[in-house]
């Protein structure tokens, strides 16, 4: 009998920042300063979201909640914002830390900059997903997201413009080439970025290769996570017997009775805690 735990499993740079960020601001407050907001969830974890809540810190939801406020802190989630709520919560007059996550910021720096240069930029990513929304709020008039091979086919770049292409930094990096590929097959002056974090890319080949020599393979973080539901699909095609969870109480510790491996990973907004409890309740069973 045999456990197989990622070593990129868990907190990513950009994630331990942005929670620890938080918690510093609580610290330094303790109650006494004004009331602390986040603008969306921190991260895609609701164990860790609940525990800030109970702590005092509120989530705020909706644009009309921010507009709402009149003091106070707010902290920009890891995800990151489009550039209309910075000069919201400034014209607000709120206090505003910054926790997005650095290579994100990048990626709107270079959107920004490539926009004003002319560019019609595209985003391969999942359009729902926060941190594409707030990507698209820097790149100007000209934005396109595409995140399947239809949307890359149905792609008509203007005519003249160049085309430049970054991607939501969790997005599966195999689907981002070959949508790279079909996109470029439509302009001679394509610009392609790679901006897929390279800890993402290491945790998905991580996880792919473990699910390949595994019996089971056990899959952790929020059902919110768009890198953990990457983790899930890469999994699930190397190993059938892939479980999705977002603690413990959603495993079946039966189902793993009769395996003699079992692989585990977890997504880049999974908490230590979290990923320790299922490996010493699966190692019990063992």
Known sequence: MKIVRAKTAGFCFGVKRAVETVYKELQEEAGSGPRI???????HNDEVVKDMEKRGVKVLRTEAEL??????????????????IYKKMEEQGLTVIDATCPFVKKIHNIVQRESRAGSHIVIIGNPEHPEVQGIRGWAGDHVTVVQSEKDASDFVPNPGMKVCIVAQTTFNYN??????????????DVSVLNTICSATKERQNEAGSIAEEVDAMIVIGDKHSSNTQKLFEICQKACKDTYYIQTLDDLDLNQLGSVETVGITAGA???NNIIEEVQNNVRIIF
């Open 175 to 188: 689907k981002f080439q070959d949508l790279v590929e079909i996109i470029s097959e439509k302009s001679y």
């Open 37 to 43: 907001y986040t603008y969306g969830p921190i991260i």
């Open 269 to 271: 907004s999974t908490p």
């Open 67 to 84: 507009e709402s406020l009149t003091e106070g802190t707010v902290i920009i989630r890891s995800h990151g914002v489009p550039e209309y």
